[in-house]
């Protein structure tokens, strides 16, 4: 997995892209949220769902299907955050799948069960240039955890901060 800090990334990238007039600071608090929900499956671990199991880590709270699941929830909640409920939709979309691609760019684990719950075969993408992180937090402020956090910087951090600073190129243009 990425650290939870990277996933952050995404949806505030979105944000600087969109602009606040399409994506409110409420709709932003949602996509963090979504951002970074689906490592709630990481409980599971001290309840003793296996890491392999569909409900496992990386396993249905990552999938594309939870994604679009979340989204459309969340684009339920759009009117009391003052944004558009389809702006909604696909911001917290964006946000929840990033969640799972990301992490199937790691190097480490067991995959991603991108289709849960149709499927519980687990995937990586091609290119596995992330770092995998530790999923004791304590090890983050380590020599490997600055080594996982270089990577994502490297991998997730200047991709979003490239699409931010274009977003907000292409608003300024507009304007």
Same mark, same amino acid.
């Not at 990425?2 to 949602?30: E, F, I, K, N």
């Not at 939709?89 to 992490?103: C, K, M, P, R, Y």
């Given at each position: 997995? !990425?650290?939870?800090?990277?996933?952050?990334?995404?949806?505030? !990238?979105?944000?600087?892209?969109? #602009?606040?007039?399409?994506?409110?600071?409420?709709?932003?608090?949602?996509?963090?949220?979504?951002?970074?929900?689906?490592?709630?499956?990481?409980?599971?671990?001290?309840?003793?769902?296996?890491?392999?199991?569909?409900?496992?880590?990386?396993?249905?709270?990552?999938?594309?299907?939870?994604?679009?699941?979340?989204?459309?929830?969340?684009?339920?909640? !759009?009117?009391?955050?003052?944004?558009?409920?389809?702006?909604?939709?696909?911001?917290?979309?964006?946000?929840?799948?990033?969640?799972?691609?990301?992490?199937?760019?790691?190097?480490? #684990?067991?995959?991603?069960?991108?289709?849960?719950?149709?499927?519980?075969?687990?995937?990586?993408?091609?290119?596995?240039?992330?770092?995998?992180?530790?999923?004791?937090?304590?090890?983050?402020?380590?020599?490997?955890?600055?080594?996982?956090?270089?990577?994502?910087?490297?991998?997730?951090?200047?991709?979003?901060?490239?699409?931010?600073?274009?977003?907000? !190129?292409?608003?300024?243009?507009?304007?």
């Amino acid at each position: 997995m !990425a650290t939870p800090l990277s996933h952050l990334a995404v949806p505030l !990238a979105l944000t600087a892209a969109l #602009g606040t007039d399409s994506v409110p600071p409420g709709l932003m608090a949602l996509a963090l949220v979504c951002a970074v929900l689906p490592d709630i499956d990481a409980l599971g671990l001290w309840l003793g769902i296996p890491y392999e199991h569909p409900f496992g880590h990386r396993g249905f709270t990552h999938s594309l299907p939870f994604a679009v699941a979340l989204a459309g929830a969340g684009a339920l909640l !759009a009117p009391s955050v003052g944004a558009d409920a389809s702006i909604a939709f696909w911001v917290l979309l964006a946000s929840a799948a990033s969640h799972g691609l990301i992490d199937a760019l790691t190097n480490g #684990g067991l995959g991603i069960a991108l289709f849960s719950p149709f499927s519980s075969r687990r995937y990586f993408l091609p290119w596995r240039v992330i770092e995998v992180s530790p999923l004791r937090p304590a090890v983050l402020f380590s020599r490997r955890g600055l080594h996982v956090l270089r990577s994502e910087m490297r991998w997730v951090w200047a991709p979003c901060l490239v699409l931010a600073l274009a977003g907000l !190129a292409l608003r300024g243009l507009a304007d």
